[in-house]
Every structure is written in C-alpha cells, then in structure tokens.
C-alpha cells in the first residue's frame, strides 16, 4: 500500500535521524571534551554517564521507538513482529535510563550532594517511573495475547497519548538537566559570559528540542498512520459489533431481503400461471 505524501515523510524521517544522530555525537563531545570524559569510579566521570545515557536512550532510542510503526517499509511485517521491535526498542531506553541513574546517584552519595532537591530530579524521575508503567501495560496488554479485545480498544488511545506526554516529559527534563548542569560547573568563564561550552551546550539542547518536534511532527499525522490489517477484528470500545462487522451484516441482509424479494416474486408468477391455466381449461370446456 503507498503512503500519502511518502517523500514528506521520507524528508522528516532522514531529518529526524539525523538531528538525533548529531544530538548523541554531541553530548559525547561534550563529556569527552569538555568534561574530562567517562568512568565509574564515583567521581564526576560517573556522573557523565547520566548525559550520555539519556540522550542515547530515552531521547533518540525512545524517539525511534514512538515512530517505527510508521515506516512504510514494516507494513508488509507482521503486527506481532513490529509489537515486539517497538517493545524492544522501549526496554532497552528504558534499562540505559535507569543506568543513568544509578551513575547520577552514586556520584550524589560519593560527594555527599543531596538527591532530589530540584525541579529537574523530580521531573526527570516522574519520566522514568511513567515510562516503566508504559513499558509494563504496552507488554502485558498489547504484546502478549491474554488481554481481551475490548480492553486493548479501550487502552489504546490512554496507551498513545501517554507514550507521547512521557517523551515530551523526557525533552523538558533533558534541557532543564543541561541548564542546570552548565550553571553549577561554568564559573570560570562564567556561563554568563557565553563561553565555547556554554554555546556548544546550548546547541546541543537546540538538537535534541529540534529531534522531539520531528518524533511529534511525524507520529501525529493521520496519513503516515500505517494501515489496519485486513484480517484484523477489534471490538469497538463502546461495546459496538467488531470492525467491519457491520458492514458484512449490511450485505447478509441485503442478500437475504433480494433473496426473499426473488422468492415472492417467482410464487406470485406461479400463481399467476396457474390461474391462466384453469382460466384455459374453462373456455376449451
């Protein structure tokens, strides 16, 4: 089946890539270069982990995740096998997210920094808690077979739009962690003063607000949706017949009324011939 406007999309999903590719590159650069680099040794190279682990999976994994049912090239896959990619793509996010915290708290305890203090802590951990919930209904409802239908139809759009507020939670908690960061560590340039970090950081939120806009631009549109399988019966959620039911009930009866129709139509003609018959035998009589 073609997509609407496939080079529109194909446009949006290179950009997408990309801009999320260039969004990881530059946060190694940053704690690479910038920030002495990578450890686990409960020092501030512990803690660079929590950057680089986020932006890897809970923005730009997450974010293939959310859109991966609308690549065309999938359509012709099975919806159990694209369950399970989305399903997997989600997992792993969601375990490098949880990394991310440990790194940031043993670096807190290590130094003896107090934890969950600030807006972007209770934020961030918000994120992760929702994601983990999501994770557990999408496998537990969607991907194995145990849920009826009817709770999947009703699920569903609680499913979607919770999928989207958590990574747009995501976005808000990245740039208020960058902000948050650069404000303790520059002092010397002042961050202020627009320092090369400070810019070069700056970019990098720009990157990763730019690569949320495409995830949503390119999931909200209802023509890039991929296509309901023909074989597929969802029960509707208010309780109505299954999909596509109606319409095949429409036709039965259709076919019964114009059976019933040519029914009555050859006893009437039977009829009609039997009393030109006797009529017939009257008049030889």
Same mark, same amino acid.
């Given at each position: 089946?073609?997509?609407?406007?496939?080079?529109?999309? *194909? +446009?949006?999903? $290179?950009?997408? &890539?990309?801009?999320?590719? @260039? /969004?990881?590159?530059?946060? #190694?650069?940053?704690?690479?270069?910038?920030?002495?680099?990578?450890?686990?040794?409960?020092?501030?190279?512990?803690?660079?982990?929590?950057?680089?682990?986020?932006?890897?999976?809970?923005?730009?994994?997450?974010?293939?995740?959310?859109?991966?049912?609308?690549?065309?090239?999938?359509?012709?896959?099975?919806?159990?096998?694209?369950?399970?990619?989305?399903?997997?793509?989600?997992?792993?996010?969601?375990?490098?997210?949880?990394?991310?915290?440990?790194?940031?708290?043993?670096?807190?305890?290590?130094?003896?920094?107090?934890?969950?203090?600030?807006?972007?802590?209770?934020?961030?951990?918000?994120?992760?808690?929702?994601?983990?919930?999501?994770?557990? *209904? +999408?496998?537990? $409802?969607?991907? &194995?077979?145990?849920?009826? @239908? /009817?709770?999947?139809?009703? #699920?569903?759009?609680?499913?979607?739009?919770?999928?989207?507020?958590?990574?747009?939670?995501?976005?808000?908690?990245?740039?208020?962690?960058?902000?948050?960061?650069?404000?303790?560590?520059?002092?010397?340039?002042?961050?202020?003063?627009?320092?090369?970090?400070?810019?070069?950081?700056?970019?990098?939120?720009?990157?990763?607000?730019?690569?949320?806009?495409?995830?949503?631009?390119?999931?909200?549109?209802?023509?890039?949706?991929?296509?309901?399988?023909?074989?597929?019966?969802?029960?509707?959620?208010?309780?109505?017949?299954?999909?596509?039911?109606?319409?095949?009930?429409?036709?039965?009866?259709?076919?019964?009324?114009?059976?019933?129709?040519?029914?009555?139509?050859?006893?009437?003609?039977?009829?009609?011939?039997?009393? @030109?018959?006797?009529?017939?035998?009257?008049?030889?009589?």
């Amino acid at each position: 089946m073609a997509m609407e406007g496939y080079r529109g999309f *194909l +446009g949006l999903l $290179v950009s997408a &890539l990309l801009v999320g590719f @260039l /969004s990881v590159i530059f946060t #190694l650069i940053w704690v690479l270069h910038y920030r002495e680099g990578l450890g686990w040794d409960g020092t501030a190279l512990e803690f660079n982990w929590h950057p680089v682990l986020v932006v890897t999976g809970f923005v730009f994994i997450q974010g293939i995740a959310i859109i991966v049912y609308r690549l065309p090239w999938t359509w012709k896959c099975s919806k159990l096998l694209m369950k399970s990619i989305h399903a997997g793509l989600n997992a792993v996010a969601a375990i490098l997210a949880i990394i991310s915290l440990v790194a940031v708290f043993d670096f807190h305890n290590a130094r003896n920094i107090p934890n969950m203090y600030s807006l972007h802590s209770w934020v961030g951990l918000t994120a992760v808690i929702l994601y983990i919930l999501q994770l557990l *209904l +999408g496998f537990f $409802v969607f991907l &194995l077979p145990w849920a009826p @239908l /009817s709770l999947r139809a009703l #699920l569903m759009p609680i499913h979607v739009y919770s999928g989207l507020l958590v990574f747009g939670t995501v976005i808000a908690a990245v740039l208020m962690g960058v902000t948050e960061k650069l404000i303790f560590a520059l002092k010397n340039p002042a961050y202020s003063t627009f320092p090369p970090e400070g810019v070069f950081t700056n970019t990098l939120g720009l990157l990763i607000l730019v690569f949320g806009a495409l995830i949503f631009w390119i999931v909200t549109r209802p023509q890039w949706k991929r296509p309901k399988e023909p074989n597929s019966v969802l029960l509707q959620p208010n309780g109505g017949a299954p999909e596509g039911m109606e319409g095949s009930m429409a036709m039965n009866f259709g076919n019964m009324d114009k059976s019933d129709s040519e029914l009555n139509s050859e006893a009437a003609a039977r009829k009609r011939n039997i009393t @030109l018959d006797e009529a017939g035998q009257r008049s030889t009589m």
